[in-house]
């Protein structure tokens, strides 16, 4: 089946415009998750989503970065006056849950954003 | 809140030989363990997990991990790497209950034929 995907898979920008970054998870899966991989860095969590609970916006790195998740599927996360340290590759990720689920995450390809 | 520790950031061996990846946690409660990799150009994907039971869990590949509660470790080995296991190899653990992952830094490998 089709796996978690993420658009666009490259970003440019311009130090101070606001970007947009998708990820459309794994249909049926009621997790999801944000992270921020960068070099030497390891995944940096961001947020995540379960269900209809507030999210867990514990990793938010500034008040420039934002998600929202609507309808229980797609993923937004925005990251606004975008500065030259968000330059990272930003993943998602998506898991089944509930009882017996064995919290596996299901990575997709990642959007590279690089600011100039 | 828990984190992990992955020592090695940077492994080189060559074929055939032995590989041990070294991970650390700091959580005293129950937890959940993963390692994942990543191989050049993929996704990043589940190599094994541990839940419960035996602390000694075989993963794809050949791999395998031992969860060792004193220690808050959960090593991962290969008994004889190839080639094809060139890759980046994350740790990571979960708290029981909670599906909220931390990562390590993780730690490339690199196998020369």
């Known amino acids: 089946g089709a796996g978690v995907s993420q658009s666009p898979s490259n970003k440019v920008t311009e130090k101070g415009k606001d970007v947009e970054l998708r990820c459309d998870p794994i249909s049926g899966h009621t997790a999801l998750y944000w992270y921020r991989q960068s070099l030497g860095q390891g995944l940096e969590f961001l947020i995540y989503f379960q269900g209809n609970s507030a999210p867990d916006k514990s990793g938010l790195p500034s008040d420039r970065f934002s998600a929202e998740r609507t309808g229980g599927s797609v993923s937004t996360l925005t990251i606004q006056r975008t500065q030259q340290e968000d330059s990272a590759v930003y993943l998602c990720a998506s898991s089944p849950s509930g009882a017996g689920s064995s919290y596996e995450q299901y990575f997709g390809p990642g959007t590279r954003l690089t600011v100039t | 809140a828990q984190s992990v520790s992955q020592h090695n950031h940077h492994v080189i061996l060559s074929e055939a030989a032995s590989l041990e990846l070294g991970c650390n946690y700091s959580?005293?409660?129950?937890?959940?363990l993963f390692w994942y990799v990543q191989y050049p150009g993929q996704h990043l994907q589940l190599l094994l997990k541990?839940?419960?039971?035996?602390?000694l869990v075989k993963g794809i590949k050949g791999f395998e991990a031992e969860f060792i509660k004193s220690k808050f470790s959960f090593n991962l080995r290969k008994p004889s790497v190839q080639w094809s296991d060139t890759a980046e190899y994350f740790c990571a653990v979960s708290i029981r209950g909670y599906q909220k992952v931390t990562f390590g830094t993780g730690t490339k490998l690199q196998v020369i034929p």
């Open positions: 959580y005293g409660g129950t937890v959940n």
């Open positions: 541990y839940f419960s039971g035996d602390p």
